[in-house]
């Protein structure tokens, strides 16, 4: 394996790059060429002429367009309800947005089971629900978000802790077995059942 790197083909898809005039103002006089840029929200084609051209267009598709129409009506304003794909992926909002800004979750919380209601043990009004972060992962939070910012990463048991007598234990799987540990991270004991 060669240890060289083909600088032409860096400078080929630059190339290409410049070929694009920009759309915004293609019209005037001395019109800007399109250049790859980098932003904190990742690469994106931007004018030459900037900052007296503003003009951006995103590489991938991450801005709420529309990918389908429902056909049910919007609970806020009575708009029709579409089905969007944005940033953190597939989500129902209102198709009259920015004017409303109704959203809904394609998946509702999913309770723990109809037997076992875990109390959220900081604000003692909501249940712990079984929610998925923006990579898929699961984890447990208090259905009354955003008052209780409350979550654990762990399956929530009943339970008080031995040590610190906080109201919730985590089941944590290891390799000896399971164990049920406080859900204070302050406190972390770990309970022999």
């Avoid at 915004?24 to 001395?30: A, S």
């Avoid at 597939?90 to 109704?102: A, L, V, W």
């Avoid at 089971?113 to 992962?137: I, T």
Wanted: charged share 25%; with cysteine.
């Amino acid at each position: 394996m060669s240890g060289k790197i083909d600088h032409q083909l860096f400078s080929a898809h630059e190339h290409a790059l410049d070929e694009k005039a920009c759309p915004k103002c293609q019209l005037q006089q001395g019109s800007g060429k399109l250049q790859l840029r980098h932003g904190k929200h990742g690469a994106f084609l931007g004018c030459s002429r900037y900052p007296s051209c503003d003009y951006i267009q995103p590489l991938h598709q991450n801005d709420g367009h529309i990918v389908k129409e429902l056909g049910v009506p919007c609970p806020e304003c009575g708009k029709e309800l579409v089905l969007r794909h944005g940033r953190y992926g597939m989500f129902i909002g209102c198709s009259d947005y920015p004017q409303c800004s109704h959203l809904e979750s394609i998946e509702h919380p999913k309770e723990l089971s109809p037997q076992v209601e875990v109390l959220c043990p900081e604000c003692r009004n909501g249940q712990l629900v079984e929610r998925k972060n923006r990579f898929g992962k699961a984890f447990f939070a208090c259905d009354n978000y955003p008052k209780c910012r409350f979550a654990v990463n762990q399956q929530p048991v009943k339970g008080n802790c031995e040590k610190c007598g906080f109201s919730l234990l985590v089941e944590k799987k290891m390799t000896s077995g399971r164990r049920l540990v406080c859900a204070d991270r302050k406190c972390n004991h770990m309970q022999v059942e």
